[in-house]
């Protein structure tokens, strides 16, 4: 079984910046995929940014360039930092994990949102 915290999430002013933390606990593999996914109020949940086999990034066009995914393999955690936020940046941000197989495991949720 696998865990996600997600923790950072908060209320913020447009143009600042927060950092999203996910600390994954169980059988967590390298070489599976850790990243954020958010979901704003009667939106779908999209992809926000990944990082796949230690390596591999990919981001959402709307957040290239303010927002950076990292990871810190030895404490099994994954980073969002999040800089020139925007309003349309407000969501529930979700940390997720792909291992091997087929199945994704999420986290709880955390609130971001970004005020004028």
């Known amino acids: 079984q696998v865990q996600l915290v997600e923790s950072g999430g908060g209320l913020v002013q447009v143009g600042g910046s927060l950092r999203l933390a996910c600390a994954a606990s169980?059988?967590?593999?390298?070489?599976?995929?850790m990243g954020w996914y958010r979901q704003a109020p009667g939106k779908q949940r999209e992809l926000v940014a990944v990082?796949?086999?230690?390596?591999?990034?990919t981001y959402a066009d709307s957040v290239k360039g303010r927002f950076t995914i990292s990871r810190d393999n030895a404490n099994n955690t994954v980073y969002l930092q999040m800089n020139s936020l925007k309003s349309e940046d407000t969501a529930v941000y979700y940390c997720?994990?792909?291992?091997?197989?087929?199945?994704?495991?999420w986290g709880q949720g955390t609130q971001v949102t970004v005020s004028s």
């Open positions: 169980g059988t967590i593999s390298r070489l599976g995929l």
């Open positions: 997720a994990y792909k291992g091997i197989g087929v199945q994704y495991y």
């Open positions: 990082l796949a086999a230690n390596t591999l990034t």
